[in-house]
């Protein structure tokens, strides 16, 4: 598994310890691996008879680079298949309540990304183009660093300084943050909310229906970020539900599980017995863990456990609790 | 599950017979359900007590009116959640080998649907600023019909007539057809081809990759659509490794099932014994089968009782016959 740094959330926690995994970590304003390097890692993992997966964050040919790495397995004669997959200009504005479109509001969608093309000084977005039609939606991918400078062109170009607009940090994951505004306003709006990568824009009139379909934010343990033992059952699928972002963890941790877990900060995680404490205790140094990090102990003997071995943050349910009796917990928790 | 015509083909087979099923099949020139009917729905079956899923083709917000149904479960105080998904304009490029982005040669891809824009006489795009941007991609939903007057409209208002471009008829399946040239000849390659909906048009210089990259069509067993009595296990892995499509089908079959089948014709079945043929006997005539429905069978004893059922076409396999001498057999057949 050949893996971006955007895609690590979703390396699957129950990824073989056998399986070779490599991190070709692209990032805004950090690309330790060039894409000649990615291109050769590829074809000799493919040259030594392994079945490679690329795995991407985002869809593979959306600003994704996907077209190259297929056209080197080409010429080396090496068959692939290409799947595509959600887009992020696609699943942060659903996750935000922004539907991209709307009828009679928008009869558009375009995707840009402002960064890539002005590092590379190849040809440029046409802002002017963009900003002429209000009946669309701009979506624009690594956002954070290029917002002001896009707002000035579009606005210079004569798009309505009315137009509504948002940008959004981490979409669809529990550290999901929207600034939201006039585009006119925004990044004032956006440095004062210190939005980071990475970001999404969204610019267009559709942005208005954010304010009643943002629906992820209303979830009651939105926000929550927990490991859980496998098999999570029914007790994970109730706190899903709600809202939390569950991972499903066999244990003893497997690497590509680590890697996952460090993809975000886990602000919880569930033990159901003492032996769950003591296959995660060495964990706790890990990427993702912080003294933040609660430990929900589903019965008094595994909170004694943790407790033994000196975890910072302990919360003891009763014997017997249920997904629901834990829910209660979590969303008491928040609310102090 | 209340699902549109488009969504047929992703109905899971094994939806258990006690789960409603809703059509509301909208499709290109043919929307028996009006959207005002549809909002109803979902609010009669959510105020039952139903825990409803809305199944839609592609993604809900990308030309999908998600929106409006949100909307209208806001307003009557129902719970939702949005489930984002690949968008035609992202997963048909894909598969026929067309990444929508390309260093250097694209910074932007447009979404457009013509059909809707014209039909409702509410906003239009404007095809003057898209015809003036050559690096971007611009991609078209539902275009069959509109593509003559679409094309007509770019060249007037300054696209190269040599800009390379593609019309996909369903694509993704193994009915995937595709006419590809200039902007300025497809229209009447498309006709020639007889393409016709559900189409999507792409327009922009990286086409010209997609004779390189076109990996689905030459897949072996590309166009192959096989029904496979669940649980299909490394015999359907095989298969589907090759460019088969495998519909995994619980037997006897569910109601889930058969729409699911009719989504597209059947090109084959495969029969591991005589008990598979008379569970699938009497769904013969349904949607999705024809005479050029072939029984693959495994033994000559499935064989032998598909002939006494009086089965228009038969291949019989030797015993002990695995995937792979099933995929030569499946390959050899294309070939004649």
């Not at 869809?59 to 959600?86: K, N």
């Not at 887009?87 to 504005?93: C, E, I, K, N, S």
């Not at 969608?109 to 802002?127: C, D, I, N």
């Not at 900060?265 to 995660?280: H, I, S």
């Amino acid at each position: 598994v050949v893996y971006d740094r955007l895609a690590a959330s979703v390396l699957p926690c129950d990824l073989p310890a056998s399986t070779e995994i490599h991190s070709v970590g692209k990032e805004a304003r950090h690309h330790p691996v060039t894409q000649e390097d990615i291109n050769a890692l590829l074809l000799r993992l493919a040259g030594e008879g392994k079945r490679v997966v690329r795995l991407k964050g985002g869809d593979p040919y959306v600003f994704g680079r996907g077209g190259e790495e297929a056209e080197a397995l080409v010429e080396a004669g090496i068959p692939f298949e290409v799947v595509p997959a959600v887009t992020a200009g696609v699943a942060v504005p659903a996750y935000a309540g922004i539907p991209v479109t709307h009828r009679r509001e928008t009869v558009r969608v375009t995707l840009v990304t402002a960064h890539e093309a002005v590092k590379s000084g190849g040809p440029q977005v046409r802002w002017d183009l963009l900003a002429r039609d209000p009946h669309a939606t701009l979506l624009g991918y690594m956002g954070v660093t290029s917002l002001p400078n896009v707002v000035e062109k579009l606005l210079a170009a004569g798009m309505a300084p009315q137009t509504p607009a948002a940008l959004i940090e981490r979409g669809t994951t529990p550290a999901q943050r929207i600034a939201a505004g006039t585009v006119a306003e925004l990044p004032r709006l956006a440095a004062t909310r210190k939005i980071r990568p990475p970001a999404l824009f969204v610019i267009g009139p559709t942005v208005q229906h954010m304010a009643r379909l943002n629906w992820l934010e209303q979830l009651p343990l939105f926000g929550e970020r927990l490991l859980f033992g496998a098999p999570v059952g029914k007790m994970g699928e109730a706190l899903a539900r709600q809202g939390a972002e569950i991972l499903e963890v066999p244990l003893p941790l497997r690497p590509a599980a680590r890697i996952a877990l460090g993809a975000g900060p886990l602000t919880g995680c569930v033990l159901r017995d003492p032996d769950e404490v003591d296959a995660l205790d060495e964990e706790r140094d890990g990427p993702g863990w912080s003294s933040e990090t609660t430990a929900w102990c589903l019965c008094p003997r595994t909170a004694a456990r943790a407790r033994s071995l000196g975890w910072p943050r302990i919360v003891e349910l009763p014997d017997g609790s249920d997904g629901a009796a834990l829910a209660q917990a979590l969303a008491e928790a928040r609310r102090r």
